[in-house]
């Protein structure tokens, strides 16, 4: 089936501590991001990748890191410089169509949590 | 950054009851989108719309991209208990590379069966 996989669903952090959270597609979508979001709140944008080897900041890129070696995968890094990391982490993709943008389609999502 | 103001916050309804939500912007849209999303998962696509003025169904659900482009409302017809979930509206400020959505913060939904 094709889809946005992410992993792993739970996520314990130690304070200090860089953790990686996966997302993988096989919709051969060119562009994907990474959004966080809080309890009772919509969805923020961190980062996002137009490309391979291309990626941007989002509205709260501050202690996150990406890369976008492959066309289908696009890794986000919470850094030890994310002071406030306790949330809900969600990867979206998206192709491109003729009329420009493409609606996002989402994984089921990575739950971050510091022990 | 840019958000767009969707209302009602929450509603908590009867089954079998109509719903109708909204989502308005400042600036000119050129993509409206609807999600809904279930506790614990991401969202999913239920509505896309294109051109100012169309109208698009999904089942029970109907979706409308105003015709000032500033807006656009989502309407549940008999609402079932698994409607429950929040609902989020999105939308591309700008056509051609620009892949940002802006969001709305979510309208929750609960129904009494």
């Known amino acids: 089936d094709g889809g946005i996989t992410q992993s792993p669903k739970y996520l314990f952090r130690k304070e200090g501590q860089n953790v990686t959270l996966s997302c993988e597609q096989n919709?051969?979508?060119?562009?994907m991001y990474w959004y966080r979001q809080d309890p009772g709140q919509g969805l923020r944008l961190i980062y996002y990748s137009q490309i391979v080897n291309d990626f941007q900041k989002g509205d709260i890129a501050e202690g996150y890191s990406v890369s976008r070696e492959k066309k289908e995968s696009f890794p986000l890094t919470v850094t030890s410089a994310q002071k406030n990391p306790t949330a809900f982490y969600l990867c979206a993709s998206s192709g491109v169509g003729q009329g420009g943008n493409q609606p996002q389609h989402f994984g089921d999502g990575t739950r971050l949590s510091i022990l | 950054g840019q958000q767009l103001n969707q209302s009602p916050q929450s509603m908590f309804i009867q089954e079998g009851e109509d719903v109708s939500m909204n989502c308005t912007s400042s600036?000119?849209?050129?993509?409206w989108l609807w999600y809904k999303q279930d506790p614990g998962e991401g969202p999913v696509l239920l509505i896309a719309?294109?051109?100012a003025g169309e109208l698009t169904s999904n089942g029970r659900l109907t979706a409308q991209f105003g015709i000032t482009r500033k807006d656009s409302f989502l309407n549940i017809s008999a609402s079932i208990p698994s409607d429950v979930g929040i609902y989020f509206c999105?939308?591309?400020?700008?056509?051609?590379?620009?892949?940002?959505?802006?969001w709305g913060l979510g309208t929750s939904l609960a129904v009494n069966p």
């Open positions: 719309l294109y051109k």
């Open positions: 600036s000119i849209f050129n993509t």
């Open positions: 919709l051969n979508h060119d562009a």
């Open positions: 999105a939308g591309h400020p700008n056509a051609g590379n620009n892949r940002k959505l802006i």
